[in-house]
């Protein structure tokens, strides 16, 4: 059998070689989950051989990697913000990007300790509010979906990133069951065209839910709900952030004078895209 050290190098040698850019880190990845032990182990202890038990499921798992499933699903938990976060097939794998959402919403809260009211519409593992709600001790959240699979995972992260007792979940199609006054309303909704899934990369095509992708034909669909019931939710002076795709800011400028909404900020991301529009009502 081989050992920690020997299997890490023959996978990154067999990702490496299928072409995965993310190779060692994937292989480490991999083996620490598959090995249930911790980096410092693996760095101490190098030369103890795999279990069979151990071998199998390292096997199983680099199967699934060749098949191109993201490691975050196969090792079934991501980072986001610096907190952990559970994944299950109903949940978006949370994206760097997104916390350029919480952060534009942190900035623009005038007073963090205040017992402001979130919901988070399409909360997906609950990634967004579980961190609002990380760095807001007196704020209590919402988290909304329309897949109970997202919701029974969002619900374990928010009890897991001690932020429960202050957060509720709720099945709704946007805001149809969900009556306010919020003071933040965050939405990463789904943005994408219909038309454009299939061009998408195989591993967010194949292993993302179609709910989290699917934006309607023009991927504003989600976009003209929000705006439009904001107006009905928002608290007086409350706050909308939504996260855009990177080519959505003038549809999105359009849409909220349409809906009698005032743009505060536009943020960029890290590639500098624009990727969070935050408004109030004018
Ligand atoms: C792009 S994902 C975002 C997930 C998570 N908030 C994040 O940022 O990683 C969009 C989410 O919206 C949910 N969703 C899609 N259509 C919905 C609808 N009509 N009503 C409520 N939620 C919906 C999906 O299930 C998915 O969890």
Redesign the pocket.
Same mark, same amino acid.
């Given at each position: 059998m081989k050992t920690r050290s020997e299997a890490l190098t023959a996978l990154r040698r067999t990702l490496s070689e299928a072409g995965f850019e993310t190779a060692a880190l994937d292989a480490r990845l991999l083996l620490l989950t598959a090995l249930g032990i911790s980096a410092t182990e693996l760095i101490t202890r190098p030369d103890i051989p795999l279990s069979p038990d151990q071998a199998e499921i390292l096997a199983a798992f680099t199967r699934r990697r060749l098949n191109h499933e993201p490691v975050a699903r196969i090792v079934g938990t991501r980072e986001f913000w610096g907190l952990p976060f559970r994944l299950s097939p109903?949940? &978006?794998v949370? #994206?760097p990007d997104?916390e350029t959402l919480v952060e534009t919403a942190l900035d623009l809260i005038p007073n963090r300790q205040a017992p402001l009211s979130i919901v988070?519409?399409?909360?997906?593992?609950g990634?967004?509010l579980v961190a609002l709600l990380h760095e807001l001790p007196n704020a209590t959240g919402l988290g909304?979906? &329309?897949?109970f699979g997202?919701l029974v995972t969002a619900r374990a992260n928010a009890i897991d990133n001690r932020v429960g007792s202050r957060s509720h979940f709720a099945l709704? #199609?946007?805001a149809d069951a969900v009556s306010g006054p919020f003071d933040l309303i965050v939405s990463? +909704? +789904?943005?994408i065209a219909s038309g454009v899934i299939p061009t998408l990369d195989e591993e967010v095509r194949e292993h993302d839910?179609r &709910?989290? &992708?699917n934006g309607g034909p023009d991927g504003l669909e989600?976009y003209r709900i929000l705006l439009r019931e904001a107006g009905r939710l928002l608290a007086p002076g409350g706050l909308l952030a939504v996260?855009i795709g990177y080519n959505q800011s003038e549809n999105l400028v359009s849409l909220a004078r349409t809906y009698g909404l005032e743009i505060l900020r536009i943020a960029h991301d890290l590639s500098g895209n624009p990727r969070c529009i935050t408004m109030k009502r004018s």
């Open positions: 109903e949940t &978006l949370p #994206r997104t988070d519409f399409g909360t997906g593992s990634c967004i909304i979906d &329309l897949s997202a709704s #199609r946007w990463n +909704p +789904p943005y839910p &709910l989290a &992708l989600p996260e």
